[in-house]
T-cell receptor, first 116, second 115 residues
Framework: AQKVTQAQTEISVVEKEDVTLDCVYE???????LFWYKQPPSGELVFLIR??????QNEISGRYSWNFQKSTSSFNFTITASQVVDSAVYFC?????????????FGQGTRLTINP | NAGVTQTPKFQVLKTGQSMTLQCAQD?????MSWYRQDPGMGLRLIHY???????DQGEVPNGYNVSRSTTEDFPLRLLSAAPSQTSVYFC??????????????FGPGTRLTVL
């Protein structure tokens, strides 16, 4: 069965610190997709990244970077030089090709607070 | 493009009342779905549809009905609301092909309270 675990319920750091959000997943499929979403205090869900299981290249987008490691079933998210605007709940999600690649299973979320 | 729209944004119901949460998208996406978000549990899939006339159950379908008569609309019906259905509901749509394949676009959410 597919499962996503975000063990960090809450993280609090001071502005400009780097912070890594952990995501560990379980799946039996060889073809699957991993996602990160941001939910700011306003409540909407903002898509950050999609990665398929055949693409293990790390990705960097500005201050955001993602580390995908199939060997440890992890898809961690790092924010460099954090800013107050990064304060939000972050969700990692998984979908499996065999179950319908659009059916997302979400982790519990990590609440990130960036203090000025 | 308006993207995915949901109405209402807030709703308070009494136990036993019925209502329909509306969801519409203007991106011509084939796939639409409903999730509920409860504290500490992330989002869970309620129902989904791969096209007009086709719907199926997700992880937590009990107490909810859906239909898909057009590509654009995917309403979620609560026939007899229960306090356990107090939650934030998100509608999402995604393309099944093309450059946006599998990128889920979420609506702004509906916050429902059942008393």
């Amino acid at each position: 069965a597919q499962k996503v675990t975000q063990a960090q319920t809450e993280i609090s750091v001071v502005e400009k610190e780097d912070v890594t959000l952990d995501c560990v997943y379980e799946t039996r499929d060889t073809t699957y997709y991993l996602f990160w979403y941001k939910q700011p205090p306003s409540g909407e869900l903002v898509f950050l990244i999609r990665r398929n299981s055949f693409d293990e290249q790390n990705e960097i987008s500005g201050r955001y970077s993602w580390n995908f490691q199939k060997s440890t079933s992890s898809f961690n998210f790092t924010i460099t030089a954090s800013q107050v605007v990064d304060s939000a709940v972050y969700f990692c999600a998984l979908s499996e090709a065999s179950q319908g690649a659009q059916k997302l299973v979400f982790g519990q979320g990590t609440r990130l607070t960036i203090n000025p | 493009n308006a993207g995915v729209t949901q109405t209402p944004k807030f709703q308070v119901l009494k136990t036993g009342q019925s209502m329909t949460l509306q969801c519409a998208q203007d991106m011509n996406h084939e796939y639409m779905s409903w999730y509920r978000q409860d504290p500490g549990m992330g989002l869970r899939l309620i129902h989904y549809s791969v096209g007009a006339g086709i719907t199926d159950q997700g992880e937590v379908p009990n107490g909810y009905n859906v239909s898909r008569s057009t590509t654009e609309d995917f309403p979620l019906r609560l026939l007899s609301a229960a306090p356990s259905q107090t939650s934030v509901y998100f509608c999402a749509s995604t393309a099944l092909s093309g450059s946006s394949y599998n990128e889920q676009f979420f609506g702004p959410g509906t916050r429902l309270t059942v008393l």
